[in-house]
């Protein structure tokens, strides 16, 4: 593992060189895919009975936060594939022919996956929303109609799990799409202020025909299964939040206004704001890798009792984040504004994490739910026993 992550550091320190020039003209950096997948990254998540790497949940994360530092719209992009591949290879979801020939490709090819499931009629999927994409049956194949918003990775996609709604049962099924298939195509739509990177365009499909197996799987509704894979969201704006305080500090050890002896590191108000972020990083970092390391231990049973455990993971190292960027761009002051500054980027980027789900309501109301039903629970053992 240290060998990897010293090779995963070596790698990613190269992707900060491109970095500004492709978040200002909105580009995707189709060269850091090609550097990871020339180190296998792609594959590290892939079973190894099924010929990856099967690393642990733990060590991927340690990965993406290694991306993250350096470039952060290229972290949260790949880790949608990584956390994808790893989950359903875990968890046997889809038919294993269907999965060992997608996994097959990543390992040959670099191929990369991706769920699309947001429209712009319906919002994210995590509200409940109804999929306008359609699915209709066609013999043995089905054809599929629709589009999908924040399609991150688009560029440079060859597998894209749709969401559809299927017409002749009004079921929601998810659709393995080969992005090489007549009738997909990308509309460049994304110019977000965050994340300009990732590619997350619009994704078309007009009477794509697809084989009645790509039908993988269906949406049941109710309560989702908590996912370890989904810290990849996270970890990545803890990164950004590390790189930031690496900005900050490096200003601060060098900025020497004539009005003080000195830098500005030596000032009392100015490490206090330094050691803040410090200090929110540490539990970011310690709660999120423990958690991480919980669900590497922990058998199937007791993974489905950590849904609101990695919804509090997320929500807690996103503000954390947010609020450590935002006192790192303090100690720099206005120059942290500047378009040649990057931390800008970092502020933009990190915002972002806002709006990955879990959502923060959601996750503090499930919060709340819990806590009232383990006391109600408590109270009534304790009036058992009396």
């Given at each position: 593992m240290k060998e990897r992550l010293e090779l995963m550091e070596e790698t990613a320190s190269r992707f900060s060189d491109t970095s500004r020039e492709h978040d200002e003209n909105v580009t995707f950096p189709f060269e850091n895919f090609e550097a990871l997948k020339k180190i296998g990254y792609p594959q590290v998540t892939i079973p190894k009975e099924y010929g990856g790497g099967g690393i642990s949940l733990w060590e991927m994360l340690k990965h993406q936060?290694?991306?993250?530092?350096?470039?952060g719209a290229t972290a949260l992009s790949i880790g949608w594939h990584m956390?994808?591949?790893?989950?359903?290879?875990?968890?046997?979801?889809?038919?294993?022919?269907?999965?060992?020939?997608?996994?097959?490709?990543?390992i040959e090819n670099g191929a990369l996956i991706n769920n699309l499931a947001t429209?712009?009629?319906?919002?994210?999927?995590?509200?409940?929303g109804r999929p306008e994409t359609s699915a209709r049956k066609d013999g043995g194949k089905y054809i599929l109609n629709g589009k999908k918003t924040f399609a991150t990775l688009a560029p440079i996609l060859k597998y894209a799990v749709v969401s559809a709604t299927i017409e002749e049962t009004g079921e929601v099924g998810n659709f393995v799409v080969d992005t090489d298939l007549k009738g997909?195509?990308?509309?460049?739509?994304?110019?977000?202020?965050a994340m300009r990177a990732s590619g997350s365009h619009d994704f078309i499909m007009d009477d794509v025909e697809v084989e009645e197996e790509d039908l993988v799987s269906f949406r049941t509704p109710g309560r989702k299964s908590p996912a370890g894979w989904l810290l990849h969201i996270p970890v990545c704006y803890l990164g950004i939040a590390r790189a930031a305080q690496e900005a900050a500090v490096?200003?601060?050890?060098?900025?020497?206004?004539n009005s003080i002896k000195g830098t500005i590191s030596e000032l009392p108000n100015v490490q206090e704001k330094l050691g803040r972020v410090e200090l929110m990083l540490l539990e970011a970092e310690h709660f999120l890798y423990s958690v991480a390391r919980k669900w590497d231990e922990s058998d199937e049973d007791a993974r489905q009792q950590m849904g609101s455990e990695l919804g509090a993971v997320k929500t807690s190292i996103v503000n954390?984040?947010?609020?450590?960027?935002?006192?790192?761009?303090?100690?720099?002051?206005?120059?942290?504004?500047?378009?040649?500054?990057?931390?800008?980027?970092h502020y933009r980027n990190v915002r972002a994490g806002l709006h990955n789900p879990p959502m923060d309501d959601m996750v503090i109301i499930g919060l709340a739910k819990g806590s009232i039903e383990r006391i109600k629970d408590t109270e009534r053992e304790t009036s058992g026993i009396q």
């Open positions: 936060e290694i991306i993250a530092k350096y470039d956390g994808i591949i790893m989950d359903l290879g875990e968890k046997k979801s889809w038919d294993e022919e269907k999965y060992r020939k997608v996994a097959e490709d990543v429209e712009p009629a319906t919002g994210s999927p995590t509200r409940g997909v195509h990308v509309d460049e739509t994304w110019n977000s202020v490096r200003f601060a050890s060098v900025y020497s206004p954390k984040a947010v609020e450590a960027v935002d006192l790192a761009m303090r100690v720099v002051g206005a120059k942290s504004l500047s378009a040649d500054n990057e931390l800008q980027r």
